[in-house]
């Protein structure tokens, strides 16, 4: 339920699938080739974006920054991206909130990047570009980076969100490596926010987006006694110029595999629209151990704005059953 306040809580419609990928048994591969695959860039937002020169020496102004988005294939053939924001008018600091596609070979993901391209409108000229090797995703995770543009932590900056929704031969070569894991993915279909007063008071002071952090727990009564109390930092910063440093922090999300932490409404309350598209899911895995083994697993999801968690739910897993989808 949505937190403070007065009146009936939140309530959330999810979408629970829960799968064991032991792979002792046979599993077809793909063939030779592989297929098209999609990745999702959410463009969330940009800070302290250098001023435009005015006209002949005139004032400077602030630029109408858009985003654009393409493969390195793409770039290399001089190709123009097919994928861009929209333009947002006279602001260093922009606010896009839009998902760009890309188009990539599923035989060529491990060698490809997304590049990402800041321009100013008004003049048609690049401000700062970025690039995120694909080589480090998991599939179905989501990687929320904060891509410093020049200038360290000060300076011109992009937040992003990449995610890799499907790669069948990737999936399956990393669940070789990793047996006796069960695959947890979940979708937040619906939000009906509680009292007014409650969706105000979460929202009062604090920046959004509102982020679902999904993860679970050996033990429903422990998660449910111990909440989060600590702002969420969503974003990790990283030197979008130094690709080792962007492989690393990519890699860092990955190890921790038992979370996958998603924006997933657009502003700081619950009553904000969605930032992906119906029915867009979290993936994480954990050890079978974990719910054979634990006392009462369950599947704990938090929504935080910037102020700090808003929204609760503890699900123990013996509610949602195995190997299916459930609706909650």
Not at 200 to 224: C, F, I, N, Y
Not at 261 to 278: D, K, M, R
Request: one cysteine or more; a negative charge; aromatic letters at 2%.
């Amino acid at each position: 339920g949505g937190g403070g306040g007065r009146g009936p809580p939140a309530v959330l419609t999810l979408q629970v699938t829960m799968l064991d990928t032991d792979m002792r048994g046979p599993r077809a591969a793909d063939g030779p080739g592989g297929r098209t695959l999609h990745v999702s860039v959410l463009i969330n937002s940009a800070s302290n974006l250098p001023m435009a020169p005015g006209e002949a020496g005139g004032v400077s102004k602030a630029p109408a920054a858009f985003v654009a988005a393409k493969t390195m294939r793409e770039a290399a053939a001089r190709l123009p991206s097919r994928a861009a924001t929209r333009a947002v008018p006279n602001s260093c600091d922009p606010v896009w909130n839009e998902v760009l596609t890309v188009e990539v070979s599923e035989g060529e993901i491990d060698r490809e990047k997304i590049l990402i391209a800041v321009v100013n409108h008004d003049t048609n000229k690049l401000m700062a570009k970025a690039a995120v090797p694909l080589r480090a995703l998991l599939v179905g995770r989501h990687y929320n980076l904060r891509l410093l543009l020049g200038g360290g932590e000060d300076g011109p900056c992009i937040n992003v969100t990449v995610v890799l929704p499907s790669a069948p031969a990737k999936e399956l070569e990393h669940l070789k490596q990793h047996e006796g894991l069960m695959r947890v993915e979940g979708a937040v279909m619906g939000v009906t926010p509680g009292a007014t007063g409650d969706a105000s008071a979460a929202a009062a002071g604090a920046l959004g987006p509102v982020t679902a952090v999904w993860r679970v727990e050996p033990d429903a009564d422990a998660a449910r006694a111990a909440p989060t109390s600590q702002p969420l930092v969503l974003h990790t910063p990283v030197d979008a110029s130094n690709e080792d440093a962007v492989v690393a922090a990519l890699t860092k999300i990955s190890n921790d595999n038992a979370a996958d932490v998603v924006p997933t409404l657009q502003g700081a309350s619950l009553g904000g629209p969605p930032l992906w598209p119906t029915g867009h899911r979290a993936a994480l895995t954990c050890p079978l151990a974990t719910v054979a083994e634990g006392a009462n697993p369950a599947l704990v999801l938090e929504l935080h704005n910037g102020g700090g968690m808003i929204g609760r739910a503890v699900m123990p897993l013996s509610d949602l059953g195995e190997a299916t989808g459930a609706g909650r």
